[in-house]
C-alpha cells in the first residue's frame, strides 16, 4: 500500500493512476497520522512553495513528515514534493523548507524561456534501484521554473542541461526526489515508479551515461471531439473546419481508444478540443469528462483539454466560474486545459479598458494551476491587404501572395469554431494573453486546417517572435517532412497534427523516425505498453 500526501492544492489524479496501473493501491493521507504510519510515502507537490509550505504547516503536516523523512522508510517527493526537502526557495524567501536537505530552491534565471517545459534528458552522477531497466537516454517531462541546489553535491542523483546544469533528482538513502514528472513520462517514468516501489531492486547505474541533454521538441496529436448526429461522442476532422462530408460529421474513431493508441506510437502530449464547447456547456457534457478520466488512466504523458472553458450560467441561473469548469477538467486527469473563444473577448476587453480584472478564466486559471497549466487555443484566418499600413491590425509581408496579388495580410482572430471572425490579431491575442498568464500558445490556422499542405510559417514566425511562452504549431501538417520544416524554419516548441494520424497516412512513430538525427526529440519507443 502506497499512502500518497494530498494536501488538496492541486490534481494528484494522474500520480494515483500511474502507480494504480503499475498494480499498487494508494491510500491517500488526509491526517498526520495517516503520514506517520505511512510504509512509502509519495509527495506529489503543485502550486506554489509558499502556499504548500503554509497548509502543510495548518494541517499539522510538517512534524509527522520529518519523522517519517528521518525514519529511513521510502520516500518520493514529484516536483514541489521534492523542493519541500530544501532549507528554502526564492519563490517564497521568509517561509522554511522541511529542511532535510542542505541547500536551497532557486529560479532559473537564464535567456531561454520559463517555465522549462518539455521532455528533457538526464545526466545520471550515482548508481540507483530506480535507474533498473533504463538505458540512460530516455527523457522525461518537465515543467517548472525553479530548481534544487543542494548543498551537497553527492546528494544529486542526476543532473539536467537547460542553459544551465542543474539537479534534475536527489536521492539520500530511501528519500529520493524527481524534479520531472515520472506520472507523465511515459513507459521511461513508469519504469522508474515501479522501481522506486520495489525496494529490493540493485542500485545500477544505466549503460548509456549522457554527459549533455536537450530539450526535446515535442509532437502532439489532437483529437477534436464532438457528438455526432446519433448522439456518440467521436473524433471528428474538419478541412478548414468543416467537418461535415454530405451533411454528415464525419467519424474518425472513438476518442478513448485513438488516444491510447496515439501514446503507443510515442505522442508526446494529447489534446482533446471538445468542438461544440463554445455552445454546450461541458459540465453538462458528461461523456467529454468520462473520456478524460479513462483515457489518463491509460495514458501516461501531459493530456490538454479544451472547448468551453469560460463562466458559464446553466438554465437554473446557477453561474459557474470558468475555474470551475477547469478544475473539474483537472479533477479528471487533464494536466492543462485550453482556452478558445473566451482568450479573444478576454483580451478585446482588456485592450479596451486597459484594466487587468484578476478575473478572467486566464488570470484565475492561472493562478490557482500555475501558467503552464493555460493554453491559449488561437483560431485565425489570414486577410489579404494592399500595403502595411492598409488596416490598424499586426500586418507581415507575405511571399504567399493574396487573390489580387497583395504582398501583405494579417490574422483575424476568430471564435466559436471560426464562425464569427473579429477585429483582433493573432499576434495581438498571445502577447496579450502571456501578459494575463497563459503558459502557452496553441497556434491553429483555419486557411490550412486539413490541407497536408504544410504549416503555415510565416503565421508561426509572427506569433512566436511576439512572446516568450511555448508555441505549439498547429494546422496542415501533411508528411514528415512538415515537422521538420517547422522546426527548422520557425522556433516552435511542438508541433501538433491531427488528420494524418487519424487516416493513419503518417503515424506517429514515422514521423519521430524521420526526425531522429535532425531535430531533437524524444525517440519513438515501440514498447510504450505499461
Ligand atoms: O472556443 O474555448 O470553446 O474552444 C473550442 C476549441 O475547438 C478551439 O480550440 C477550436 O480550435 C476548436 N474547434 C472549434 N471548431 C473546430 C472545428 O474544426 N470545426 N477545431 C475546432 C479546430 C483543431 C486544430 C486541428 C489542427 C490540425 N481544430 O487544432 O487539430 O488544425 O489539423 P490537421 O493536422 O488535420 O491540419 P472554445
Redesign the pocket.
Given at each position: 500500500m502506497i499512502t500518497l500526501l494530498d494536501y488538496g492544492a492541486g490534481n494528484v489524479r494522474s500520480v494515483i493512476n500511474a502507480i494504480e496501473n503499475l498494480g499498487e493501491s494508494v491510500q491517500i493521507a488526509r491526517r498526520p497520522e495517516e503520514i506517520a504510519n505511512a510504509e512509502k510515502l509519495i509527495f506529489p507537490g503543485v502550486g506554489a512553495f509558499g502556499s504548500m509550505m503554509q497548509i502543510l504547516n495548518q494541517k499539522g503536516y510538517i512534524d509527522p513528515l520529518r519523522d517519517f523523512l528521518q525514519s529511513g522508510r521510502p520516500f518520493f517527493g514529484i516536483c514541489l514534493g521534492m523542493q519541500a526537502l530544501f532549507e528554502t526557495s526564492e519563490e517564497a524567501f521568509a517561509t522554511e523548507g522541511l529542511g532535510i536537505l542542505p541547500g536551497t530552491v532557486k529560479r532559473f534565471d537564464i535567456d531561454l524561456a520559463v517555465p522549462h517545459i518539455g521532455w528533457n534528458g538526464i545526466h545520471v552522477k550515482k548508481p540507483s534501484r530506480i535507474f533498473n531497466g533504463l538505458a540512460g537516454t530516455e527523457k522525461f517531462y518537465f515543467v517548472h521554473s525553479y530548481y534544487v541546489d543542494p548543498v551537497d553535491d553527492a546528494v544529486t542523483l542526476t543532473s539536467t542541461d537547460y542553459a544551465i546544469a542543474f539537479a534534475s533528482s536527489v536521492q539520500q538513502g530511501n528519500i529520493l526526489g524527481t524534479q520531472f514528472h515520472p506520472e507523465k513520462s511515459g513507459r521511461a517514468g513508469q519504469l522508474l515508479l515501479d522501481n522506486f516501489l520495489a525496494v529490493d531492486r540493485d542500485k545500477v547505474t544505466p549503460p548509456d551515461i549522457r554527459t549533455e541533454t536537450k530539450l526535446a521538441k515535442r509532437i502532439i496529436a489532437?483529437l477534436?471531439v464532438r457528438s455526432n448526429d446519433q448522439g456518440d461522442l467521436v473524433v471528428t476532422?474538419?478541412d478548414q473546419?468543416?467537418?461535415r462530408e454530405a451533411g454528415t460529421v464525419r467519424n474518425l474513431g472513438k476518442p478513448v481508444e485513438l488516444a491510447e493508441r496515439y501514446y503507443r506510437e510515442g505522442a508526446d502530449e494529447i489534446?482533446f478540443?471538445?468542438?461544440t464547447?463554445?455552445r454546450d456547456f461541458p459540465l453538462e457534457d458528461l461523456p467529454m469528462i468520462e473520456v478524460l478520466k479513462q483515457t489518463s488512466k491509460q495514458v501516461f504523458v501531459p493530456l490538454t483539454i479544451?472547448?468551453?472553458?469560460?463562466d458559464y450560467t446553466d438554465a437554473n441561473g446557477r453561474t459557474y466560474s470558468a475555474l470551475e469548469v477547469a478544475a473539474e477538467y483537472f479533477r479528471s486527469g487533464a494536466d492543462k486545459v485550453?482556452?478558445?473563444?473566451?482568450?479573444v473577448l478576454i483580451v478585446e476587453e482588456y485592450l479596451r479598458s486597459g484594466q487587468k480584472t484578476g478575473k478572467s478564466a486566464i488570470e484565475t486559471i492561472s493562478r490557482v494551476y500555475g501558467n503552464q497549466a493555460v493554453v491559449i487555443?488561437v483560431?485565425p484566418r489570414r486577410v489579404y491587404v494592399p500595403s502595411p499600413d492598409a488596416v490598424p491590425q499586426h500586418v507581415i509581408a507575405t511571399d504567399i501572395p493574396g487573390p489580387s496579388g497583395e504582398a501583405y495580410c494579417w490574422y483575424q482572430c476568430t471564435?466559436?469554431?471560426?464562425r464569427e471572425g473579429r477585429n483582433l490579431d493573432a499576434v495581438a491575442l498571445a502577447r496579450t494573453c502571456e501578459d494575463l498568464g497563459a503558459g502557452e500558445i496553441?497556434l491553429?490556422?483555419i486557411d490550412?486546417?486539413?490541407?497536408?499542405s504544410g504549416f503555415d510559417i510565416e503565421l508561426i514566425n509572427a506569433v512566436k517572435q511576439a512572446v516568450t511562452i511555448p508555441v505549439i504549431a498547429?494546422?496542415?501538417?501533411g508528411n514528415a517532412q512538415h515537422f521538420e520544416e517547422v522546426f527548422r524554419q520557425t522556433a516552435a516548441e511542438s508541433a501538433?497534427?491531427?488528420?494524418?494520424f487519424h487516416r493513419r497516412e503518417v503515424p506517429i512513430d514515422a514521423v519521430k523516425t524521420y526526425l531522429h538525427g535532425k531535430v531533437e526529440i524524444r525517440p519513438p519507443d515501440l514498447t510504450e505498453n505499461c
Open positions: 489532437c477534436d476532422k474538419g473546419y468543416d467537418v489534446t478540443l471538445n468542438i464547447g463554445f479544451g472547448g468551453g472553458i469560460r485550453s482556452i478558445g473563444s473566451d482568450a487555443s483560431d471564435i466559436k469554431g471560426g496553441l491553429n490556422c490550412k486546417d486539413g490541407t497536408n498547429s494546422s496542415g501538417a501538433l497534427a491531427a488528420g494524418i
